[in-house]
């Protein structure tokens, strides 16, 4: 993704069209984000999925949860993501079975490092490249964390905010200023507030970035939004948010 040292690996030249006799063209989900606000951690993710400039899907799913008490939010290949996601699920379900109690977290976070690492070759050959997001519930404090992935697998913990995908950069500058001079801060919103800023950072995303898409709360269409707090993972429907959305846009 951005900001890393992969950006200066040597690049085969992209496939010029799609059609019979072309080589394939990599999918890929991109634009997927979490923050803190007053009663835990929102993540979310737009919709979208490209293959090369080709709009793929505008129905993907990118917020996943591993369990009651961990979400991952997908950015890059969403093949080899979701593979890594189920591994996950199950893992860490056979240890909660296994051992009859949850894994720790910083179990969990390793987990999901081991598998970045042993898609190192995938990674360098530019077809399986995943950077994801990872929340997850310290048993002890009850405080939901956020941690970040680069598609090597180091893991590096977020303050208030953390962004991944192609169009994270402009979510991540609107969040660094909010958390700055914002009025209320997003760690100090109500859940209505943050999932309605959600769904509003995907929308000024989508303005600069042509990967990023599949929102339009005009059309009934919101992002997908999961949040994590003391008591677990839930999800936000649809009808929920289209009730924020309302209650923020009068």
Not at 54 to 82: N, Q, W
Not at 95 to 108: I, T
Not at 198 to 225: H, K, S, W
């Amino acid at each position: 993704m951005n900001g890393d040292f992969l950006a200066l690996l040597p690049k085969p030249p992209p496939p010029v069209a799609l059609g019979p006799g072309s080589p394939p063209v990599p999918v890929s989900a991109t634009t997927v984000f979490a923050f803190h606000y007053a009663g835990g951690v929102i993540m979310a993710g737009d919709h979208r999925a490209t293959a090369g400039n080709v709009v793929f899907s505008d129905r993907t799913e990118k917020i996943l949860e591993l369990d009651h008490h961990s979400l991952m939010a997908i950015a890059g290949s969403p093949g080899t993501a979701i593979e890594m996601a189920r591994t996950l699920q199950t893992t860490f379900e056979f240890y909660r079975r296994s051992q009859l109690q949850p894994m720790s977290l910083p179990a969990k976070m390793r987990a999901l490092s081991r598998l970045l690492r042993e898609n190192i070759p995938a990674t360098l050959q530019g077809f399986g490249l995943v950077a994801p997001i990872f929340v997850g519930l310290d048993a002890v404090t009850g405080r939901p964390s956020i941690y970040f992935y680069d598609p090597l697998g180091a893991e590096f913990e977020a303050a208030a905010y953390a962004g991944s995908g192609s169009g994270s950069g402009s979510i991540k500058s609107v969040l660094h200023f909010l958390e700055k001079w914002g009025v209320p801060k997003p760690g100090e919103m109500t859940l209505a507030q943050g999932v309605a800023l959600a769904n509003r950072l995907l929308m000024t995303a989508a303005e600069f970035d042509t990967a990023t898409g599949g929102v339009d709360p005009a059309q009934n269409d919101f992002a997908t939004i999961k949040i994590l707090n003391s008591r677990g993972v839930r999800s936000i429907s649809v009808a929920e948010q289209a009730a924020f959305w309302r209650e923020a846009t009068p």
